[in-house]
């Protein structure tokens, strides 16, 4: 079965930087060839998105408010993608996902994403 794990998540001041990882498992399953984005869920809030990549790591788009700040990268060799979140803000507290998408573009729409990890708690205080 496919998942994808993400981890890094955690507790950070307001100003301070976390690093998220997306890990892919199952036994033939690979994120090479696939775009790959990250999404959030904040409590009482729509899912929105954050980041996206493509296939070779040469394309990527991010949302309005995270744009400077926040980077998305991948290493296809380890099955892999980050997320690089940097200068955070209290806004930024939410439940962050990963999402992996047949075809090799990137995307900020979540219904053209096939798979989804569980997600990962990231609380920035003021």
């Known amino acids: 079965q496919v998942q ?4 890094g ?3 950070v001041q307001a100003g301070g930087s976390l690093r998220l990882s997306c890990g892919a498992s ?3 399953f690979s ?3 696939m775009g790959m984005g990250w999404f959030r869920q904040a409590p009482g809030k729509e899912r929105e998105f954050v980041a996206t ?13 995270v744009k400077g700040r926040f ?8 099955n892999t ?3 690089q979140m940097n ?5 930024d507290t939410a439940v962050y996902s990963c999402a992996a998408k047949y075809g090799s573009g990137p995307s900020s729409i979540a219904d053209e994403y096939a798979y989804w990890g569980q997600g990962t708690q990231v609380t920035v205080s003021s």
């Open 53 to 65: 990549i493509d296939w070779s790591g040469g394309r990527t788009n991010y949302a309005d408010s």
């Open 87 to 91: 200068s955070v803000k209290p806004e």
């Open 71 to 78: 980077t998305i990268s991948r290493d296809n060799a380890k």
């Open 31 to 33: 994120i090479n060839g």
């Open 4 to 7: 994808l794990v993400e981890s």
């Open 26 to 28: 199952g036994r033939t």
């Open 9 to 11: 998540g955690g507790l």
């Open 81 to 83: 993608v980050y997320l």
